[in-house]
């Protein structure tokens, strides 16, 4: 069974997406922990992860309730 070039294509975004969104996951568990664990704020905890501070600030209120 061969694969065309947009069957190809289409294999390689759906990796690429599937990476991504492990990487999101990751960077989400390690934000928590920190959250969790740590005495950082939100903004340097945004820094290390690469996400965004608000998304700190959520996490922060979703884990005190």
Do not use: C
């Given at each position: 069974?061969?694969?065309?070039?947009?069957?190809?294509?289409g294999?390689?975004?759906?990796?690429?997406?599937?990476?991504?969104?492990?990487?999101?996951?990751?960077?989400?568990?390690?934000?928590?922990?920190m959250?969790?664990?740590?005495?950082?704020?939100?903004?340097?905890?945004?820094?290390l992860?690469?996400?965004?501070?608000?998304?700190?600030?959520?996490?922060?209120?979703?884990?005190?309730?």
């Amino acid at each position: 069974m061969s694969v065309n070039s947009a069957e190809r294509h289409g294999i390689e975004k759906g990796l690429q997406q599937g990476l991504q969104k492990g990487r999101q996951e990751n960077q989400r568990e390690t934000a928590l922990r920190m959250i969790a664990q740590t005495e950082m704020n939100d903004a340097l905890i945004a820094e290390l992860s690469g996400l965004p501070e608000s998304e700190m600030v959520e996490q922060r209120r979703e884990l005190e309730h």
